[in-house]
């Protein structure tokens, strides 16, 4: 069923790729840049603009930067894109390695789905755990 989509590079190591027949987002992100968190939520914004309510959202962000740093300029927007899609039924995979990045990602995206409830996630550390939980979320 995977299909092999067009990898968009969308600017300042950030790409999004739409698999399964676009019934998954996939955002990489190289690094946590202000420009790369800039281009990352402008495009989630213009998809979510443009996701039709009633259907499910299942997004995969790959995060590959090694920083072990994420700034609160990045939190800021990651927290603005959380609440811009809340009025959708949304899932959300985080592939992360584990360093001290992981650990900020997966503190700031817990408290924002205890405040959110029509947004759930799960932090991965493959791309193959994170779109089998995607899929198994909604029928296809």
Do not use: C
């Not at 990489?28 to 939520?41: F, G, H, N, P, Q």
């Not at 790959?62 to 609160?72: E, N, W, Y």
């Amino acid at each position: 069923m995977l299909s092999h989509p067009e990898i968009q590079q969308l600017g300042y190591g950030v790409s999004r790729e739409m698999p399964y027949e676009g019934h998954i987002t996939v955002y990489t992100i190289e690094k946590l840049s202000r420009d790369a968190i800039d281009v990352w939520a402008d495009d989630r914004k213009e998809m979510i603009d443009h996701h039709p309510q009633e259907m499910t959202m299942r997004t995969l962000h790959i995060i590959d930067d090694g920083s072990g740093f994420i700034s609160p300029y990045a939190t800021a927007r990651i927290r603005e894109s959380v609440y811009y899609a809340s009025n959708i039924k949304n899932y959300t995979a985080v592939v992360i390695n584990e360093s001290l990045t992981a650990n900020m990602v997966e503190i700031l995206l817990r408290k924002l789905a205890g405040a959110i409830h029509s947004w759930k996630f799960r932090l991965f550390h493959t791309r193959e755990e994170a779109e089998r939980w995607l899929l198994a979320q909604s029928e296809m």
